[in-house]
């Protein structure tokens, strides 16, 4: 328990959370600005507009998730911490980059699909 606790009040775990609370926040966003109620992309195809907003967001949280991941790694190394320990969380920040990978791999495939009208 003790070991727990001084995982979660660490500066890295920190990071970790910006980048998963960060991967929310973009869905969250991301889903509602693309609501075809509010009328926000009018301009041409709106699902070639759709698929473009998810891609970028999601594009741009890669990057963060890169960033964090390499800043993280580098204050550990510097700190001189367990191996075990940078490992554990550059998996967490794998796991978001593939996830994010995954998405952008996925949402291409549907954007060459689309038929410009």
Request: aromatic letters at 14%.
């Amino acid at each position: 328990m003790e070991m727990m606790e001084q995982y979660l009040n660490e500066q890295y775990f920190s990071y970790l959370l910006i980048v998963v609370g960060a991967y929310f926040l973009v869905w969250l966003i991301t889903f509602i600005l693309t609501r075809p109620s509010l009328n926000l992309l009018k301009a041409g195809n709106p699902y070639i507009g759709i698929c473009n907003f998810w891609l970028y967001t999601i594009l741009m949280h890669t990057l963060l998730t890169i960033g964090f991941s390499i800043l993280t790694c580098k204050m550990m190394v510097e700190n001189q911490r367990e191996p075990v320990d940078v490992i554990v969380y550059n998996i967490g920040f794998f796991i978001c980059f593939l996830i994010n990978i995954l998405v952008i791999a996925r949402l291409a495939g549907k954007k060459s699909k689309i038929t410009v009208i």
